[in-house]
C-alpha cells in the first residue's frame, strides 16, 4: 500500500504528469514533437556548457574523493559485508546502466562517426575517420558518463546506509534545503518523471531493435503490432521478476545479462579480425586519454557545426535525466561497499567493459568496412537497428548468434524495467528499501502503456526529447547535492576526530 502520510502526492502528481504528456503525445504526436524538439535545441544551445562543466566536476570531485581519507567510509556498519558478489554486483550495475543502448550503438555509434566525422579536415570512410569514431566512441561511454551514475548513488547510499535515512533524491538535500515538504516533494516528482522518461525511452530503442533483428533474422515485419507483442512478453516477464525481489529475479537477470555479454564479446573477438581488435583497443585508449579533457569541453561556438550539441551533449544530459534510477538503485545494491570501492568499481567496471565492447564490435564493422568491402557504415545510415545483425552477417554461426543477440536485448530491457519498478516504487513508498509488490505492479503497467501509447503514436523521439530536457533543473539538483555530500562528509569526519579526540584524553586521565 501506499505511503499515505509521506508521498502519497508524489506517486499522484508524477502519474498525472506522465499521464498528460502521453495523452498529449498520443493526441497531438506531430505538435508535441516540434514543441519538444524546440525546447530541445534551446537546452543544448543555451545550456550545453553547463552540461559539460558539471560532469567534470563530478569527475574530479569522484576522484578526489578515492585518493582521499573519506574514501575508507563504509556505506553501511562499520563491519558490515557487501550484500552481493562482484560479479553479481558488477553485472547489476552495467545492467542497470546503458547496457542496453551499449547493444544498440556498439556499432552504430562508432560506424556513425566513421561516415560522418566529428572532426573537420578528418576525411569520412578514411582510417583516420576509423581511428576518431573509436577515440570519441570510447569517451561517451568511458569513465564521464558513469560519473553521473556515481555520484547519484554514492549520496543515496550515504545518506541511506551510513545516515539511517530512507533513499530519496531530495532526503540527500537536506542539510542545504531543511525540510520544506512542497520543495522534496518537488524534487522526487521530477526525479520520477525523469526516471518514466528516461526508462519509456530505452524500451522503445530496445523494442524496435529486436523488432529490427526479427526481421533481418526472419523475415518478420517492422511495426507497431510486432512491437506490442514484444511489449506484452517483456511486460510479462520483468513485472514477474520484480515482484520476486532483488535477491531472485534481478540478481538472476543481471548475471546472465554480463555473462551473456561477454560470451557474445568474446565469439565475435575470436571469429573476428583479433589482432586488430587488440590494436584498436589500445590505440582507442591512448586517444581516449589523451583528449580527455579536451573531448570534455569541446562546444563549437565559432561555427554552426552542432555536433558536439547532439552527441556528447545529448549523452550527458540523457545521462543526467536516468541518474535518479540509475544512482538509486546502484546505491540499493552497494550496501556494505567502502566509498573507494563503490566509486572504482561503478567508474571502472563498467566502463571497461563498455569499451572494450565497442573495440570488438565497432572495431570488427571498421575492419570489415575498411579492408573487406562489407558497407556496414552504410547499413548503419539507413537503419541503424539493424547495424548489428548486418555485422553477423560476415561472421560464422550468424542466425544462431542473432538468437542469442535479441535474447541478451530483451533480458537487458527486462532488467532496466525491472530496476526501474523497483526504484520508482520505494521512490513513491517513503523511499521503503522493499516495496510492495502491488506499488511495483501499477508502475510496471504504467511504464508499459506509456511504450506502447509512443510507438503506436510515433511519439517516442518526442519524449525522448522531453526526457533531456527535464536533465537541465536536475543538472542544477546534482550540483547541489554534491556539495550537501562534501559539506556531511566533512563535518561527520570532524566529529569521528573530536570522538578519538576525547577517547585518547579520557584514557590518559584515568592512567594519570
Known sequence: MFNKNKLNSVFWVSAITLGVFVLVGA??????????????????????????????????????????????????????????????????????????????????????????????????????????????????????????????????????????????????????????????????????VATVMGVATSLGMGIMQINGGLNTVLGIPTGIWPQIGIIAVMTVLFITSSSTGLDKGIKWLSNFNLGGALLLMLFV???????????????????????????????????????????????????????????????????????????????????????MWIAVFGGTALHMDLFGGANIAAAVDNDITSALFSLYDQLPFSFLVSIMTMLLILTFLVTSADSAVFILSSMTTGGSL????????????????????????????????????????????LLAMTFTLYKVLKADDTFVQQGQTEKKDKKKKNTA
Open 27 to 192: 493526441l497531438f504526436p506531430t505538435t508535441f514533437a516540434k514543441g519538444a524538439n524546440a525546447a530541445l535545441t534551446f537546452t543544448t544551445s543555451s545550456f550545453g556548457w553547463l552540461y559539460l562543466l558539471a560532469i567534470f566536476i563530478f569527475t574530479v570531485f569522484l576522484i578526489y574523493l578515492v585518493f582521499s581519507k573519506y574514501g575508507n567510509i563504509r556505506l553501511g556498519g562499520q563491519d558490515e559485508t557487501p550484500a552481493y558478489s562482484l560479479f553479481t554486483w558488477i553485472g547489476m550495475l552495467f545492467s542497470a546502466g546503458f547496457g542496453i543502448a551499449l547493444v544498440f550503438y556498439g556499432v552504430g555509434e562508432p560506424m556513425t562517426h566513421f561516415n560522418h566525422t566529428p572532426i573537420s579536415g578528418v576525411e569520412p570512410l578514411s582510417e583516420q575517420a576509423a581511428r576518431v569514431a573509436i577515440g570519441y566512441s570510447f569517451f561517451h561511454y568511458g569513465v564521464s558518463q558513469w560519473t553521473v551514475f556515481a555520484i547519484v548513488g554514492l549520496i543515496m547510499a550515504y545518506f541511506q546506509f551510513k545516515k539511517k535515512q530512507n533513499g530519496l533524491v531530495s532526503t540527500s538535500l537536506t542539510p542545504l534545503i531543511g525540510n520544506r515538504p512542497r520543495l522534496k516533494n518537488g524534487i522526487d516528482i521530477l526525479a520520477v
Open 269 to 355: 573477438f575470436i571469429t573476428g579480425p583479433t589482432v586488430f581488435i587488440l590494436d584498436t583497443f589500445i590505440v582507442g585508449i591512448g586517444d581516449y586519454l589523451t583528449n580527455f579533457v579536451n573531448y570534455s569541453f569541446r562546444l563549437n561556438p565559432y561555427t554552426e557545426n552542432n555536433w558536439s550539441r547532439e552527441w556528447t551533449v545529448f549523452y550527458w544530459a540523457w545521462a543526467i535525466a536516468w541518474s535518479p534510477f540509475v544512482g538509486a538503485f546502484v546505491a540499493r545494491v552497494s550496501r556494505g561497499r567502502t566509498v573507494r570501492e563503490f566509486i572504482l568499481g561503478v567508474m571502472v567496471a563498467p566502463p571497461a567493459v563498455a569499451l
Open 434 to 477: 522493499n516495496p510492495p509488490v502491488r506499488v511495483r505492479i501499477i508502475w510496471g503497467v504504467l511504464m508499459s502503456s506509456i511504450a506502447t501509447v509512443l510507438l503506436i503514436s510515433s511519439g517516442l523521439a518526442g519524449l525522448q526529447t522531453a526526457s533531456i530536457v527535464a536533465a537541465l533543473p536536475f543538472t542544477i539538483i
